[in-house]
């Protein structure tokens, strides 16, 4: 029920992004190379095709075995459904990041963008979302939104407003990290 909330949350600022425009910035500083792609929307149709990036190996608490069936159910979920207007199609299409490992992240980042992703979904561990959150900003035109329910630690709940910040295009969905976490322990802790 919760992902199904998350999701439906999450897609809708993708949508929102993507189809009504909001401005975003070219970090690049260079015209993008056109990808073989179609456009998110064609008249009365838009697709927004995601990609998921997670590792196969089913020792990782989010891995690919366990989020899959997950997002199949929220798609198929009547309340998702009734969230999205009928003309807004969604397809994604599942990435191994090989054990969490970064350099397979990135590798997987690059391959579904070269494949269409207009967003990301993971990666969760931090290695390996620190390295695919640094190159999407650079990915399209404006970038490619990656969201997460990874990046615990302090880099990834800096500000992400800017090209500049190491992060732009990383939206992390929870509200706690490693250093609230803490926080919350020595406070329970003094009282």
């Known amino acids: 029920m919760m992902l199904n909330m998350w999701l439906t949350f999450w897609v809708n600022v ?14 690049r500083d ?12 064609e008249k009365n149709n838009c697709t927004i095709k995601a990609a998921l990036l ?9 891995s690919l ?17 009734d969230a999205f207007p009928p003309w ?7 990435y191994d990041v090989m054990d969490c490992d970064a350099a397979y992240a990135v590798i997987r980042a690059i391959d579904a963008y070269n494949e269409c992703a207009d967003v ?14 640094r190159i999407t900003k650079f990915l399209g035109n404006t970038g490619t939104p990656i969201i997460t329910t990874g990046g615990f630690t302090f880099d990834f709940v800096q500000p992400k407003q800017t090209c500049e910040d190491e992060f732009y295009m990383l939206v992390r969905t929870g509200q706690l ?15």
């Open 14 to 27: 993708v949508l929102m992004i993507g189809v009504y425009g909001i401005e975003t910035r070219n970090c």
């Open 30 to 41: 260079v015209e993008e190379s056109p990808r073989p792609c179609t456009p998110i929307c």
């Open 54 to 62: 997670l590792p196969a190996n089913t020792t990782f608490d989010a």
């Open 65 to 81: 075995a366990l989020v899959q069936p997950v997002f199949e159910l929220a798609l198929q979920s009547e309340m998702v459904k």
């Open 88 to 94: 807004l199609n969604f397809e994604w299409k599942a």
């Open 120 to 133: 990301f979904f993971g990666p969760v561990c931090d290695f390996a979302l620190a390295a695919v959150g």
């Open 177 to 191: 990290a490693f250093k609230d976490v803490a926080y919350f322990i020595i406070s329970l802790l003094r009282k």
